[in-house]
């Protein structure tokens, strides 16, 4: 039997080099191949989940439970799903491989799992998830806690903090009101209005002229409602409380309502973090335990040659 020149002339050390180089090559065919399967268990688990979730709804408003448990069970699921699917995905990757080495799969199996982030991140920022969006409307609605969890912080805080904004107003709305109130029926619209508009330049025009808009404020008020100017002048002092007040109010629910944003988006930034590294993980993992065994190896490619 002839024995090839390059095998004949080939050292030990090249061999080596040679049989590490073949074993840590990247095989893309194999990490996209774990990424079209992890992309495919998510959406396999996540339409369980969907119907998990909808049968825990009943008809009775009183029978359901809290929304705040279903977001919570809906991010816990999704991120669950998440790393099964990593898992999944790292475990055909790491197969397909052809790398008996355990480092070299699991690695394969880490790409598989940036590729789907990826992928993830893709659908969700660009045109193509709008087209998905509307096709499973359902599973978005179902799974929209999980925003907290993985993504999408930024909405999910401005959605914690909107029943604190949406109890702001205006400060001047109610002082305004109770003007055209006590003036009504008693002189012309024209009045009522130049009274408003008068206390509202004396709450917000510049501080220098205060006096001078506080005393046009009270004859205005005064023409208005009929009384004398010194009671005018009363009513403009309760007014401004009432203004203080108001003010004071409205800075507390603007803080509270920072405060809550400022918390939902740590909190999901945290937990968005925590998620993609469990993907990462299993996903590592899962391209380790698909390592083919070298045996195998051998075994195919003698039933190849024969």
Known sequence: MSTSPL???????ASADVRTVLLHQVSWGAIFAG???????????N?????VGLSSVGAHAADNPAASTLSLGAGLWFVGSGVVAALAGGLIAGRLSGKPVAGAAGLHGLVSWAVTTLVVLYLLTSAA???IGGAFSGVTSTLGGAGSLVGGTVQTAAQAAA??????TNPLDGIEQTVRQQAAGQDPQAAKDAAVAAIRALFTGDPAQKAEAETRAADALAKAQGIPAEQAKAQIQDYRKQYDAAVASAKQKAEAAALATKSAATQGAFYGALALILG???????GRLGAPKPDTLVAGYDARRA
């Open 47 to 51: 339409m369980v989940g969907v119907g």
């Open 129 to 131: 998830g709008g087209l």
């Open 7 to 13: 095998l004949a002339t080939s050292t030990p050390a």
């Open 35 to 45: 990424a079209v399967t992890a992309l495919v268990s998510q959406v396999i688990l």
């Open 163 to 168: 029943p604190s904004l949406s109890k702001i």
């Open 280 to 286: 990462a993980l299993a996903g590592f993992l899962g």
